[in-house]
T-cell receptor, first 112, second 111 residues
């Protein structure tokens, strides 16, 4: 079954801790994206990657880091520098040049 | 930076047609207009995509005028299950691949 998988579904972070959200796709898509969504708000772009070993900052990259070592994987690390990390995080992928995004089911991150 | 503008919310009754207009003044010449639907605690789901004139599929129609600076998503005969947030997405002309969503339109359908 082709798709995009995010894990974990729920994640809790302690003060000063870095946490990593996983995003894997088996759709053979070139481009991958991370979005943050706060309650009642739209999606804000954190980072995106259009090719392996390359990625660009979105609108709210501060306090986050990513890597793209493999085509199918695009993990997002929420660092301790992100002071307000509580949000719903969505990963998406798309064939290169297309705006038809395929989304994962999301990770809800909360601070303990 | 190109952004989209949509109404914040729209209310409708079951069985009515809902039309949501999105403004995208800086759309790139070769860019498509894509609409998504999102339910709470889920990722957005692709609804429809178009480049010009009219596109229709089994769930919606998309109307795009000749200047392509706006588009209208039309949901025919809505039901309670169409209550969701709807987003239009276009790619900024000066930032290839930077897919940014606007605030979306909350559609509430009541009996």
């Amino acid at each position: 079954d082709g798709g995009i998988t995010q894990s974990p579904k729920y994640l809790f972070r302690k003060e000063g801790q870095n946490v990593t959200l996983s995003c894997e796709q088996n759709l053979n898509h070139d481009a991958m994206y991370w979005y943050r969504q706060d309650p009642g708000q739209g999606l804000r772009l954190i980072y995106y990657s259009q090719i392996v070993n390359d990625f660009q900052k979105g609108d709210i990259a501060e306090g986050y880091s990513v890597s793209r070592e493999k085509k199918e994987s695009f993990p997002l690390t929420v660092t301790s520098a992100q002071k307000n990390p509580t949000a719903f995080y969505l990963c998406a992928s798309t064939p290169d040049g297309s705006e038809k995004l395929f989304f994962g089911s999301g990770t809800q991150l909360s601070v303990l | 930076l190109a952004k989209t503008t949509q109404p914040i919310s729209m209310d409708s009754y079951e069985g009515q047609e809902v039309n949501i207009t999105c403004s995208h003044n800086n759309i790139a010449t070769n860019d498509y207009i894509t609409w998504y639907q999102q339910f709470p605690s889920q990722g957005p789901r692709f609804i429809i995509q178009g480049y010009k004139t009219k596109v229709t599929n089994e769930v919606a129609s998309l109307f795009i005028p000749a200047d392509r600076k706006s588009s209208t998503l039309s949901l025919p005969r809505v039901s309670l299950s169409d209550t969701a947030v709807y987003y239009c997405l276009v790619e900024p002309e000066d930032s290839w691949g930077k897919l940014q969503f606007g605030a979306g339109t909350q559609v509430v359908v009541t009996p």
